[in-house]
């Protein structure tokens, strides 16, 4: 089994900043992309930051200049450093982790349970 949890969400003012954190656990032989995504009440699952394995990285154009993905493969973590942030990043922030259970398997998503980010005064 796979577990992906995460961690950091919560209430900040505009203009704040907050670290979001995703680790996974268990049967795990290899991550390859990583990455957040978000949705917001009455709204679909958008694309927030990919890291992928050789360490490049892709933003939604939202965010850019203000968020900053990375990864830590000894601690098969994914962190968004978010920053300036805004009322319209108010959302349910979900990790997801593109793994390898093991050797022979193919790679599929794993999603973590989501997080609630509030951005208001």
């Known amino acids: 089994q796979v577990q992906v949890v995460e961690s950091g969400g919560g209430l900040v003012q505009p203009g704040g900043s907050l670290r979001l954190s995703c680790a996974a656990s268990g049967s795990i032989f290899s991550i390859n992309d990583m990455g957040w995504y978000r949705q917001a009440p009455g709204k679909k699952r958008d694309m927030v930051a990919i890291?992928?394995?050789?360490?490049?990285?892709n933003y939604a154009d939202s965010v850019k200049g203000r968020f900053t993905i990375s990864r830590d493969n000894a601690k098969n973590t994914v962190y968004l450093q978010m920053n300036s942030l805004k009322a319209e990043d108010t959302a349910v922030y979900y990790c997801?982790?593109?793994?390898?259970?093991?050797?022979?398997?193919?790679?599929?998503?794993?999603w973590g349970q989501g997080t609630q980010v509030t951005v208001s005064s």
């Open positions: 997801n982790l593109v793994m390898r259970a093991h050797i022979g398997a193919i790679p599929r998503n794993y």
């Open positions: 890291v992928f394995s050789g360490g490049s990285t």
